[in-house]
């Protein structure tokens, strides 16, 4: 490469540039012949850009090649970049050397009509496409900030372990695995090692997968999926969900400055949410749901079809608060007023969208804690390490779990959770 030639990626090309000399190196988008021009639509990390062949102004053998080369090869081309308003983005790079890296086979099965079983069965090439790229892009950006917001506000990320001995949020949906010769099981949450950990450091968060052994085929779950989970010491309920918003809007309103080109890809116009979330309580979530002639009673926890009737009446965020105790998992507080309900909270995604965040404030004092595991029908031994936690300085404290698939889905309007991630894991498929 010589000092007057630099090499960039596709949306480095630009009106202001004309003439430059550059290197691109990328994938075989699509392509067009037209006599003695070949039109490639080149594909890189950053996006698409046209090149042009002119035969003229490349060898024969090169033409050749750019002639006979297939869709998904990869190449590096040489050029010039020049204004061009027939070419889609106004721009193009006028080639003047074509190499051929590696020649991809003429039997590419990712085509315009296949099924999607078939793309997921190949998403390890679908995921080459530009859309599923943008997604894919969005989505990092999103943790990206995510972890911005709380490093800002003195959280210190954390990393908890994967294999665990005793359940988080049930045993029914825990994945067993053989630990030599023991029995271990996949996280569900890293919670539990949060609340070890905030008695040391007070505010942490971890990103990092889960696993529920759950045979729901919903358009909501996975079995495997990733949490931003966050704890903190001296936290109320309310801190919590003030925590949650916040943070949850910041990283809606850097997605939408950061990610316009992926967006325009996707063909979205995004509006990030405003604060402050409505919070409405159960029994007020209940009352709404049958009046809207939905067949629930108090006690009864919400499922994906009761989540989408209720989140369908609001365009914003919102919190649902205090759950009946049998609804939620043995470490949540009571609610001081009434004991038979908890200070929990659900956040739901508005237009059918549903939960995307569960959290609340944990129980801190040491015996109401082994009754509760008791009355759970867990044995207080397996839990002796978190039981120790309150018997050695004991504050109050909250957190939540918050799934990114499912933030991201509600975020670009996915049809399916599947699409929100790089290669879904369901009850059906753990292949590719």
């Not at 099924?115 to 892009?137: F, M, N, T, W, Y």
Request: charged content about 25%; some cysteine.
């Amino acid at each position: 490469m010589t000092n007057n030639e630099a090499q960039m990626h596709s949306l480095d090309i630009k009106k202001e540039l004309e003439g430059k000399l550059v290197t691109l190196r990328g994938w075989v988008y699509a392509k067009r012949l037209h006599g003695k021009l070949i039109f490639i639509t080149l594909r890189d990390s950053a996006g698409l850009i046209q090149i042009t062949i002119n035969k003229e102004k490349v060898t024969e053998e090169e033409f050749d090649q750019a002639k006979d080369v297939t869709i998904e090869s990869s190449v590096t081309i040489k050029g010039h970049i020049s204004s061009d308003l027939r070419a889609p983005r106004g721009v193009e790079v006028q080639c003047n050397s074509f190499n051929i890296n590696s020649m991809a086979h003429t039997d590419y099965p990712i085509r315009l009509g296949v099924g999607k079983e078939i793309l997921l069965d190949k998403r390890h090439l679908q995921i080459r496409s530009p859309k599923v790229a943008a997604i894919l892009k969005i989505r990092g950006a999103y943790i990206n900030l995510v972890r911005e917001w709380l490093n800002a506000h003195r959280f210190k990320e954390v990393t908890c372990p994967i294999f665990i001995t005793a359940a988080c949020e049930g045993g029914a949906t825990l994945f067993q695995v053989k630990y030599f010769k023991k029995r271990a099981f996949l996280s569900q949450s890293v919670q539990l090692y949060q609340e070890a950990a905030i008695m040391s450091l007070e505010k942490v968060y971890s990103i990092e997968p889960s696993f529920r052994a759950e045979l729901s085929r919903t358009r909501r779950h996975l079995t495997e999926f990733w949490q931003v989970e966050a704890e903190a010491a001296n936290a109320t309920l309310e801190d919590i969900m003030k925590i949650q918003e916040q943070m949850l809007t910041y990283a809606c309103k850097g997605v939408a400055e950061k990610c316009k080109e992926e967006l325009k890809t996707l063909g979205l116009i995004y509006n990030p949410p405003k604060t402050p979330f409505l919070r409405i309580t159960y029994n007020e979530a209940i009352k709404k749901l049958q009046n809207l002639d939905v067949k629930i009673t108090w006690g009864s926890d919400f499922g994906a079809y009761e989540e989408r009737v209720l989140s369908k009446q609001f365009k914003n965020p919102f919190f649902v608060i205090k759950y009946p105790k049998k609804c939620k998992a043995f470490y949540h507080e009571p609610d001081p007023k009434n004991s038979d309900v908890t200070l929990s909270v659900d956040l739901l995604a508005p237009e059918g969208f549903g939960e995307i965040s569960g959290g609340g404030q944990r129980i801190s004092d040491y015996d109401l804690l082994i009754q509760n595991i008791e009355e759970f029908g867990l044995n207080p031994s397996d839990y002796e390490w978190y039981i120790d936690l309150r018997k050695y300085g004991s504050v109050v404290h909250s957190g939540f779990g918050m799934g990114i698939e499912r933030v991201i889905r509600w975020i670009l309007k996915l049809p399916h959770i599947r699409d929100a991630c790089l290669f879904p894991r369901t009850p059906v498929r753990v292949y590719p």
